[in-house]
T-cell receptor, first 115, second 112 residues
Framework: DADVTQTPRNRITKTGKRIMLECSQT?????MYWYRQDPGLGLRLIYY???????NKGEISDGYSVSRQAQAKFSLSLESAIPNQTALYFC??????????????FGDGTRLSIL | SQQGEEDPQALSIQEGENATMNCSYK?????LQWYRQNSGRGLVHLIL?????REKHSGRLRVTLDTSKKSSSLLITASRAADTASYFC????????????FGKGMKLTVNP
């Protein structure tokens, strides 16, 4: 059973469409993140949330928005998709540092293609 | 912007050989982490080394950190075909894993 589940796994859509990518987790973590991965560029942080009432912009937030509906759910929206948002999108979670640094746990990604 | 830069970008070895990957970074860090990504899957955390540590071991993994050179290396000993994956270093400039900055990654191929 996946601890961090992303839906859909694959999506093809057209320029200008609104798209929502969803992430849910069963790890009980407070912190959630959205990244995009492009070939040769590694992962770049889009948005992150430390708890339900906390939302922060990452390195590349323009053109994206997020919603933290519950501790376990964090969704990413593209209000008007454009082709250069074609990428692999990952959701991740982590526990609060507490007694030490905590690793991030990733979902298996959503492959998004915008035509 | 990327903080870490892995080197080499790709490495191909035979099963049983050791694989060494290097990571250089630019700013001061609290810790450095290594992650593995199998094809079509998400990243999996391998090992974390704090800025006050110089070497750490976990099974067949050995990571070193040289803060004076702003560099780290990951050694995988006695490699297996199942180690074939992309490997990423990630740096954490704050007190927890809240805002990791990932390198571009390197592709390791272990031939049976």
């Amino acid at each position: 059973d996946a601890d961090v589940t992303q839906t859909p796994r694959n999506r093809i859509t057209k320029t200008g469409k609104r798209i929502m990518l969803e992430c849910s987790q069963t790890k009980g973590h407070d912190r959630m993140y959205w990244y995009r991965q492009d070939p040769g560029l590694g992962l770049r942080l889009i948005y992150y949330s430390f708890d339900v009432k906390d939302i922060n912009k990452g390195e590349i937030s323009d053109g994206y928005s997020v919603s933290r509906q519950a501790q376990a759910k964090f969704s990413l929206s593209l209000e008007s998709a454009i082709p250069n948002q074609t990428a692999l999108y990952f959701c991740a979670t982590s526990a609060a540092p507490g007694q030490g640094y905590q690793p991030q746990h990733f979902g298996d990604g959503t492959r998004l293609s915008i035509l | 912007s990327q903080q870490g830069e892995e080197d080499p970008q790709a490495l191909s070895i035979q099963e049983g050989e050791n694989a060494t990957m290097n990571c250089s970074y630019k700013t001061s860090i609290n810790n450095l982490q290594w992650y593995r990504q199998n094809s079509g899957r998400g990243l999996v955390h391998l090992i974390l080394i704090r800025s006050n540590e110089r070497e750490k071991h976990s099974g067949r993994l050995r990571v070193t950190l040289d803060t004076s050179k702003k560099s780290s290396s990951l050694l995988i000993t006695a490699s297996r075909a199942a180690d074939t994956a992309s490997y990423f270093c990630a740096t954490d400039a704050w007190g927890g894993s809240e805002k990791l900055v990932f390198g571009k990654g390197m592709k390791l191929t272990v031939n049976p």
